[in-house]
């Protein structure tokens, strides 16, 4: 029988006193001057396996894929990869399994199942939530205390900063210590080695790292030097790419798992990240438990992440030296000097769908080069437009680049550039800007058009398309053409023309509609060209009326609390821009004007100017009218806030409104993450001085005196249970400046109990402790 005593002043002082001197033995557990740093034990103990699953007839379940995630909460928030967090071509799942780490080093243990709360397919990041134990029985998410970490700022990070990352490795990874899931979760340490960019997402959309990183660990996390995480391993399996795989489960009905079963695919090696900065609005909606509805006037269109990649293509690659703010090449080059840190490729695409795979291989002199490289990832620039890859905050070496592009693991084209030598002087055409004349201005100069105004890549539906560019090096007579397209159609034929211009300075162009066939709303391009060489291009959206001097597109955004019906027909219910903090959703409203069908448009809502839901997709609604809708849902009311929604066409900011919700303001400290003192250590028995194995830690809510514990689970706030060492961990950190309840049970040993355990400003943080129990 096991009693109970109190500790003795010896244990006491051996429990906040005498602290052995492990912690800093282990790099994960340095401290600098007091400053955060990388905890290798919490990271570890937040990665979860996940396992999707998809049950047979019969109720099987059978394995379909499996990857990493990251706890980001204690109640049950996991970071990962969309492509793990729902079902998809590659990945069939019914359901998705959450294996947990007790103790680090040693293999996960299946616990709970979890369901889909946010994700960003196009993004390939998710947050999931753990919602029932794997005997179906439901959880209440506030009654979980599990390890978790916290989100850093991606922005911060520079070139060869030192980063660790955490996940689950394939049998791929050589330093893994087994092919199937009875593999622990592992770090690998690496540098930053650069950064991509990527249209739609802008500067930065992919952390580049020399990391050796398996694909079972896709969806776990990277982390900075703080134990920060900044960064999201993200890869595909590529169809077909049956090497990079992980044996799971026994299914040649042989009792075992090995060789002779079949490979789950996990992707290969992973080389890039998605920034946390992405992730950053999932997670708090996740947290406020606010989801999003889409337009349900029909105005937004469905994700297409099971469409098929039939007749897909990419097509017109070139490179750009850089992109202006609307994401178009500022010129077309063919080589670029040594010493370049800025370079982009583009390229046209149609028939493609958000979900499908897409990637990027680059050799340099005939050498693969992961650098500048894209593994594997998720498309999500919707079905046609041109896009971008590449970067501006590494040098790029001399060297012959060819540029593959691949979709659904299909070589789809290729292009070729050479860095190195002096930089040009060869005639050149660069920043084409595209605008509106203003006709009231009085022509002074023969042969000046009007000057531009309400410029941009955006302009009201006319009659006459105006574009001005800048022209170096251009001498006399030298041959030059202009062409212009509708959707891709030609709508003028090519201008030739000899140069009479200087060799440097501004040109402007314009083209008309035909008569009697006036221009119509959506995509155009113009491409200029020096001979027969394409030496600038850029694509404008033509959309809305011009009025009074302005583009007018979104008109009259405001919010209701609720709407029912939709365009003409639709009632709007309390209107405003104020609202109780008592309302389960809240509706943007707006109308539109001369939107094509196709035409991509982004819209972004925020609580207090922190990021929440952004989407681009391609407009659905008719070309005008009224009573386009977007909503957000709580989960029994909204939170006290201000929403703010904005609306945006090729990048520029068409409408923005926002909305009070109770107070106007999130409560204080909601996004807070608790610190205090991590306790970890060892138990051990005080004569022979062997290690405890099984003996529990527990920590006593607030309010439970260590006399009043009667063994109930409500009373305890967590409890750690020794390993095969005899060490443990507490999952949560204890603030400072409380006093804690502790008591420590073994079999065959007598209780260690005090109810006077404080910690202070000056307690080392981890407290590492060694307990010493006597035989009962």
Avoid at 48 to 77: E, F, K, W
């Amino acid at each position: 029988m096991v009693t109970k005593r109190f500790f003795t002043s010896r244990i006491t002082c051996l429990l906040i006193s005498s602290l052995i001197a492990l912690s800093l033995a282990h790099p994960a557990y340095a401290q600098t001057g007091g400053a955060a740093t990388f905890d290798e034990t919490n990271a570890l103990r937040a990665t979860v396996l996940i396992t999707q699953v998809v049950h047979s007839p019969n109720g099987d379940p059978v394995i379909s894929c499996v990857g990493s995630g990251t706890l980001i909460s204690a109640d049950g928030l996991i970071l990962t990869n969309a492509h793990l967090a729902q079902s998809t071509p590659h990945c069939k799942a019914d359901a998705i399994a959450i294996s947990l780490t007790g103790i680090p080093g040693q293999p996960p243990v299946a616990t709970y199942y979890a369901e889909l709360n946010e994700v960003n397919i196009g993004w390939d990041l998710a947050v999931l939530q753990i919602t029932r134990t794997l005997d179906g029985r439901a959880i209440d998410r506030s009654t979980l205390s599990l390890p978790y970490v916290s989100l850093g700022d991606s922005e911060a990070l520079h070139l060869d900063d030192t980063i660790e990352v955490v996940g689950y490795p394939s049998s791929d990874d050589k330093q893994a210590a087994s092919t199937t899931t009875n593999s622990a979760a592992s770090v690998r340490r690496g540098v930053i080695s650069n950064f991509t960019d990527e249209a739609r997402v802008g500067s930065r959309a992919w952390i580049k790292t020399n990391a050796t990183i398996s694909g079972g660990m896709s969806g776990g996390a990277a982390y900075n030097t703080a134990g920060q995480l900044i960064g999201v391993p993200t890869i595909e399996a590529s169809p077909g790419a049956t090497e990079a795989c992980r044996l799971i489960q026994d299914t040649n009905g042989d009792g075992r798992v090995d060789s002779n079963d079949s490979c789950v695919p996990t992707g290969g090696f992973i080389n890039a990240l998605r920034p946390s900065r992405l992730a950053r609005g999932l997670v708090r909606a996740a947290q406020l438990r606010i989801t999003i509805n889409n337009d349900s006037s029909g105005a937004a269109a469905t994700s297409t992440a099971n469409a098929s990649a039939n007749g897909a293509t990419f097509t017109r690659l070139f490179f750009a030296p850089g992109i202006n703010a609307a994401g178009m090449p500022t010129s077309v080059i063919t080589t670029t000097p040594g010493g370049t840190k800025s370079l982009y490729l583009f390229f046209d695409y149609r028939n493609m769908h958000d979900g499908l795979i897409y990637e990027l291989r680059a050799t340099i002199d005939g050498v693969p080069n992961a650098t500048f490289s894209l593994a594997p990832s998720t498309w999500n620039g919707g079905v046609q437009g041109m896009w971008y890859i590449g970067g501006h905050e590494q040098v790029w070496p001399n060297g012959v680049y060819l540029f593959t592009l691949l979709i659904e693991g299909v070589r789809a084209a290729s292009k070729q550039i050479t860095i190195g030598g002096a930089a040009s002087t060869a005639p050149s055409f660069s920043d084409i800007l595209f605008g509106v004349t203003d006709r009231t201005v009085q022509i002074i100069v023969k042969g000046e058009l009007p000057p531009l105004i309400i410029t941009g890549n955006v302009l009201p539906a006319s009659d006459q398309i105006n574009a001005e560019f800048v022209y170096n090096n251009v001498p006399p007579n030298t041959p030059w053409q202009q062409a212009w397209y509708y959707q891709d159609v030609q709508i003028t034929s090519p201008t030739k023309a000899n140069w009479k211009s200087a060799a440097n300075g501004k040109q402007q162009i314009s083209a008309a509609s035909p008569p009697g066939n006036p221009l119509q709303p959506g995509r155009y391009r113009v491409e200029l060209y020096l001979g027969d060489q394409l030496a600038a291009t850029s694509d404008f959206v033509m959309a809305g009326d011009y009025a009074n001097s302005k583009l007018s597109l979104f008109n009259g955004l405001t919010f209701a609390s609720d709407v029912t019906g939709s365009g003409a027909d639709a009632k709007i219910t309390g209107a405003g821009l104020t609202f109780a903090n008592t309302i389960p959703r809240l509706f943007a409203t707006f109308d539109w004007a001369n939107i094509a069908p196709g035409t991509p448009w982004t819209w972004r809502w925020a609580v207090d100017g922190n990021p929440l839901f952004e989407e681009t997709q391609p407009w659905q609604g008719a070309l005008s009218g009224k009573t386009a809708m977007l909503q957000i849902n709580g989960q029994n009311h909204l939170p006290d806030g201000s929403y703010s929604v904005e609306l945006l066409v090729g990048g520029v900011s068409m409408g923005k409104a926002t909305a009070k919700v109770g107070l106007g303001q999130l409560p204080v400290n909601i996004f807070a993450q608790v610190s205090g003192v991590q306790v970890q250590g060892k138990v051990i028995d005080a004569e022979t001085k062997q290690p405890i194995v099984g003996a529990a830690l527990i920590v006593l809510k607030q309010n439970i005196s260590t006399k009043d514990f009667t063994g109930q689970m409500a009373d305890i706030d967590q409890m750690a249970l020794t390993d095969s060492q005899g060490q443990f961990q507490l999952t949560r950190l204890l603030p400072r400046g409380n006093t804690y309840s502790v008591i420590v049970r073994a079999a065959g040993y007598l209780s260690l109990s005090t109810d006077a355990l404080t910690f202070d400003d000056k307690t080392k943080n981890p407290l590492v402790m060694q307990l010493e129990m006597n035989k009962d």
